[in-house]
């Protein structure tokens, strides 16, 4: 049997049985060698080697007692070099959190191991002890300072009632942002334990007013917001926009290298592009008319938007580099807020043409039109959740506010995931359709970005900062 | 006695009245001189604060001039435009709307070199996202409404803001009143 260590990159389904042979790797001598560099969306790799023949076979898939989830535990990384003590602890921290968010595991609380003697290599590990505190997995992790800039990391978790160890890996690179391996593991350990594409490496983009800058012109007292980016919970945030205007609808390329938004600094809304990465800004509309909410097609090829270029707002698509526009709605009413179905054939968005404000479906070349929101007196913002579900999220007017609600393309329902918890608005679903981003004014103290599970459970705020606005999930 | 009572209230009221009639004047009268530069020559300090010198200027009479020769900052701090509100959910003008509109058509008249932008703007009760288009609405029922009253549409801009420039933060209803509106801003003149 070919023996191949999980790789990021890899979506095979049914890991829960795989049975993988492997040699004496279980020493912890074979770990795939693994270079992580920061801002890198593709995590380039290196194929590990292949272990030797004669393989035993072990059960790669860790569970739990009958019926529950896996317990696991996360101790602090054992820091090989002085320096690395934040890191260590830090990687720790990062890695319980990362793998607790996806539900798919008991995560032992960490102020719980007090009791747990400390191991200080992979081979000392007290298992015995973790086994009494019921854990099912263990992680050992070791983080060294190789030079003032780099680090190397290396993982192994193990199942405590076999002691083996069922995932092994070292990486190294840039020593600023631990929190980038952390992420990295978590996402690989839901891959191989779960067949799960984890979302620990993807990133927010929303607008915020949080450097308090007012906009210079004609009108005093209005706000500068800026497209800013985050990882996914909310830490290393980074300015995207300066150019001191309205700047707001941010939404990831497929390739999350690229942010399309509606910025106002020409005066009147347009939508622009920035490759972060590369420092460039791109103006696909060519100054027809005014043009905002941008969002791309799930291959990056094109780009739906809304546009009064015909004198009232209609929804349009176009190539990425703006050739090749085509109108998409015809009515004089509103259409507006367009949302790209997995496959790319249907496009979700609102319309008022009933009176209020709706959601419809329509055929990416503006046919077969139907409406989909019947109960509701007010909807908007519809976003279409990734395989495998099949769901549109949208914001409801409830109250004085909004809820968010999520409707079921394949069943017809409708289920509300807020309840009033101040007022929620702009859903955007995780790459894995297992989350929503969304604002809320709940915090009493501004409008903030928050997630949630898709059943509107493991709410966790994601801002603190200024207000916050229309965030956007990265793949 | 009462003749004199009756005389004192006239004045008052007449001074009220004109007062009320044309508050845009008072911000256009020149600011009053800045208190001379402390021109002081390092060598010998003086022994005495320095005399304070000031220049009597001249107010000019209230005209109508005075809107016209003021900055655009200053005019559309203090605009002589009225915003037009709307009605929730509404792009709509009702008879107050068409009435304020028909009043800034009037002064576009007076001034027939300003190019206005209309912006469109909306309450929190609506969404972030439809607003956008909301406001365009808004801003375009209003240039619809200018242009039949006589305006060239080369003088007319519009843009949405959507909810992005609330005029008043309040969550309640007075506050979302104010903020569904179109807003006349003098782009150039």
């Known amino acids: 049997m070919k023996f191949q260590l999980p790789t990021s990159n890899s979506q095979g389904g049914g890991a829960r049985n795989r049975r993988l042979g492997v040699g004496d790797w279980l020493l912890g001598v074979v770990l795939a060698a693994c270079c992580v560099v920061a801002l890198l969306a593709q995590t380039p790799q290196t194929p590990p080697t292949p272990p030797p023949q004669q393989p035993s076979e072990i059960q790669l898939v860790i569970s739990g007692e009958p019926g529950t989830p896996p317990r696991y535990a996360v101790p602090d990384f054992v820091a090989l070099s002085p320096d690395a003590a934040d890191a260590a602890k830090t990687l720790a921290q990062v890695l319980w959190d990362d793998l607790n968010f996806e539900r798919e595991f008991y995560m032992i609380p960490r102020d719980t191991y007090a009791t747990i003697p400390v191991a200080r290599t992979a081979e000392d590990v007290p298992f015995a002890a973790w086994r009494e505190l019921g854990a099912d997995a263990v992680v050992f992790g070791t983080v060294q300072k190789t030079d003032a800039n780099t680090v190397r990391v290396q993982v192994r978790l193990f199942n405590v009632r076999s002691r083996q160890a069922v995932f092994a890996k070292e990486y190294t690179g840039s020593a600023a942002n631990p929190r980038l391996y952390a992420h990295t593991m978590s996402d690989e350990i839901h891959q191989q334990q779960r067949a799960l594409r984890g979302v620990a490496r993807t990133k927010l983009a929303f607008s915020s007013d949080r450097n308090r800058e007012r906009i210079s012109g004609p009108v005093q007292n209005r706000d500068v917001k800026e497209v800013y980016i985050a990882d996914y919970d909310g830490e290393n945030v980074r300015r995207v926009t300066t150019n001191r205007q309205l700047n707001i609808t941010p939404t990831w390329a497929p390739d999350a290298r690229g942010i399309a938004y509606t910025s106002y600094r020409r005066g009147y809304p347009d939508i622009f592009i920035a490759l972060i990465y590369q420092g460039i800004q791109e103006t696909p509309t060519n100054g027809v008319g005014q043009n905002w909410l941008p969002i791309f097609s799930p291959d990056g090829t094109r780009i739906c938007f809304t546009s009064q270029r015909d004198g009232n707002p209609e929804l349009y698509v176009m190539n990425r580099d703006g050739s090749n526009v085509r109108r998409i709605t015809n009515n004089p009413a509103i259409d507006t807020s367009p949302t790209w179905s997995p496959n790319g054939t249907q496009i979700a968005f609102t319309s008022d043409r009933a009176g209020t404000p709706q959601i419809y479906v329509v055929g990416a070349d503006g046919l077969n039109l139907r409406r989909i929101t019947t109960g509701e007196s007010y909807a908007d913002r519809p976003t279409w959740s990734p395989a495998p579900f099949n769901e549109i999220a949208f914001s409801a007017r409830s109250g004085p506010g909004f809820d968010i609600k999520v409707y079921d393309l394949a069943g017809g329902d409708t289920r509300q995931i807020t309840f009033g918890e101040g007022s929620n608005e702009s859903p955007a679903f995780s790459p894995n359709g297992r989350h929503i981003a969304f604002t809320s004014t709940r915090s009493g103290r501004g409008v903030h970005i928050y997630t949630m599970g898709r059943d509107g459970k493991n709410v966790r705020q994601i801002t603190r900062d200024g207000n916050n606005y229309t965030p956007s999930w990265s793949n | ?189």
């Open chain 2, 1 to 189: 006695m009462k003749r004199i009572a009756t005389v004192l209230i006239l004045v008052l009221s007449f001074t009220a009245a004109c007062a009320k009639k044309q508050p845009a004047t008072v911000a256009s009268q020149p600011a009053p001189p800045a208190a001379a530069p402390a021109a002081t020559p390092t060598p010998p300090p003086p022994p005495r604060p320095a005399e304070r010198i000031e220049d009597s200027v001249p107010v000019p009479a209230i005209s109508e001039d005075a809107i016209g020769n003021r900055s655009l900052e200053d005019l559309n701090r203090d605009s002589p435009f009225r915003p037009a509100f709307f009605g929730l959910d509404s792009e709509e003008l009702d008879d107050a709307g068409r009435a304020v509109v028909a009043a800034n058509a009037d002064i576009m008249k007076k001034y027939p070199t300003w190019v206005v932008t209309v912006e469109g703007h909306c309450d929190e009760r609506g969404t972030a996202e439809y607003n956008l288009a909301l406001g365009e609405r808004r801003a375009v029922a209003v240039k619809t409404y200018l242009v039949a009253l006589g305006i060239s549409p080369d003088r007319l801009r519009t843009v949405s803001y959507g909810k992005e420039f609330p005029f008043d933060t309040g969550h309640i209803e007075s506050a979302w009143a104010k903020n569904r509106r179109a807003h006349f801003v003098i782009t150039s003149k």
